[in-house]
């Protein structure tokens, strides 16, 4: 396992999450150092996962690679206070929506290595989707060794940088859009006489199985959909009532308004 050091800048949940993913991996407690806004939250994962806490001068000293999880409209500044003791072979990794990777390499020494990482949170159950892209210095190794930190809490995928912000409206909201369609679906639960307990479990259920076959089976979902769909049965009339309300129009959509968003938020607009 590599003895490099590694520091987590700005932990909060997804951070967090990444931590106690790499030490489950096999990295040592005490090659990892964290950085919090509040002192007492660095306290607190000292507790509770044998981390450093450091500021962010000894982070940008002391690491070789940092993993930068504030949020977009923090970067600037955070960028800012890093730049004068930061090494130019040090590993940069961001992971904040719609910050390309030529905001960082511009404020930080010629020649800084920087790679994108869009992660979401299904890192705090280890089933996150990660997406990797290269800065204009980042290596292969680079990529490897942000595949091997981000692969300590789901699965990852290098893409390249131009994808990024269709790949945070897909997958960085991603988990969202599957929350709001259980929340809508345990309403009508409710409004066909069940209880709210036992409509939540026969939703939750039914999208872990459906999750986990359109994983496993390696059938495309329009013929994974086709085989619960009966001529003239109960599926087909649920499926015409979203065709005619428009709900994939609506998705696609919805998905077109986040990408646009993640473009709004690295071109600065707030």
């Known amino acids: 396992m590599p003895q490099q050091h590694v520091a987590v800048l700005g932990t909060g949940k997804i951070g967090e999450a990444l ?3 790499m030490i489950r991996a096999g990295w040592a407690p005490a090659n990892l150092l964290v950085t919090a806004r509040r002192p007492e939250r660095a306290e607190e994962l000292r507790t509770r996962h044998g981390v450093t806490p450091v500021t962010n001068a000894e982070a940008a000293k002391q690491a070789d690679t940092l993993i930068l999880t504030v949020k977009p409209q923090d970067m600037g500044a955070l960028l800012t206070e890093l730049a004068p003791h930061l090494p130019a072979d040090r590993l940069i990794i961001s992971g904040a929506a719609g910050i390309p990777t030529t905001f960082i390499e511009e404020r930080l020494p010629e020649g800084t290595p920087v790679v994108r990482v869009m992660t979401n949170t299904p890192a705090l159950v ?6 990797i892209s290269a800065g204009s210095h980042a290596t292969t190794a680079h990529l490897a060794h942000a595949e091997e930190i981000f692969g300590a809490v789901g699965k990852t995928l290098r893409v390249p940088e131009s994808q990024q912000d269709a790949c945070t409206a897909l997958s960085g909201s991603g988990p969202a859009y599957f929350f709001y369609l259980v929340e809508a679906m345990t309403d009508a639960g409710i409004l066909l006489g069940l209880p709210r307990d036992k409509a939540h479990e026969l939703i939750v259920q039914s ?4 999750a986990t076959m359109l ?40 998905l077109e308004a986040a990408r646009d968003r993640s473009r709004e938020l690295a071109s600065g607009n707030s």
């Open 215 to 254: 994983r496993d089976s390696g059938e495309h979902p329009v013929k994974l959909r086709e085989n619960v769909t009966s001529p003239a049965g109960t599926t087909i009339n649920a499926i015409r009532e979203l065709e005619s309300h428009g709900v994939r129009a609506a998705l696609i959509a919805a």
């Open 207 to 210: 999208a872990i199985g459906a």
């Open 19 to 21: 931590l106690s993913g």
């Open 126 to 131: 280890d089933e996150a989707m990660s997406v």
